[in-house]
């Protein structure tokens, strides 16, 4: 365990920083440009898998397992998210045949 924690204080915090901030950036475009369900709930998870990453790290700086623990509690939102998703996209795709966020307002009384 010791080897993980040496491993990961090896690299400067500044790059987990960036790099988890260039990816959250991906997921916020991902979100406001793509107009697909599928593709937009899949951004939503690599910003979520962005902030898990960096409390992740933050947590072996810290050399505390508090941010370990959360990020087990934002995995937990995660795949309970993408259960309702998932539900939510088949039932639009089952009455629209389709999977666009524009078919979307044919669903309206």
């Given at each position: 365990m010791d080897s993980v924690i040496q491993n990961i204080q090896g690299i400067?915090?500044?790059h987990y920083?960036?790099?988890?901030?260039?990816?959250?950036s991906i997921g916020v475009i991902g979100v406001l440009?793509?107009?697909?369900?599928?593709?937009?709930?899949?951004?939503?998870?690599?910003?979520?898998n962005s902030v898990n990453l960096l409390l992740a790290a933050f947590s072996a700086y810290r050399g505390d397992a508090s941010g370990q623990v959360f990020v087990f509690f934002v995995m937990a939102l995660a795949a309970a998210e993408v259960a309702v998703g998932l539900a939510i996209v088949i039932m639009v795709y089952r009455n629209t045949k389709?999977?666009?966020?524009?078919?979307l307002s044919k669903l309206r009384w």
């Open positions: 400067p915090l500044n920083l960036i790099f988890c901030s260039v990816i959250f440009i793509r107009r697909n369900v599928i593709i937009i709930m899949m951004c939503v998870e690599l910003m979520l389709s999977v666009d966020i524009e078919s």
